[in-house]
């Protein structure tokens, strides 16, 4: 997925990267959430702003709860 650098990325976009990961590794919300942090991210939450990372948070909470 491209991501523009200059915007905040919503809990939505960030849902659905983390199924996209989930989905064909069938791992859990964890394992996918390590894996985003890892390449998504580079190791650096702040790497799209403190807002965008919030909202990887927001979803990951919110797919954690649906499983």
Known sequence: ??????????????????????????????????FMLTTFFQG????FGPESYESFQVAVKSLSKEG
């Open 44 to 47: 650096n939450p702040e790497m």
């Open 1 to 34: 997925m491209t991501v523009n650098h200059g915007g905040r990325l919503q809990p939505d976009y960030f849902r659905s990267y983390l199924s996209l990961i989930m989905n064909p590794r069938q791992c859990t919300v964890d394992c996918a959430r390590d």
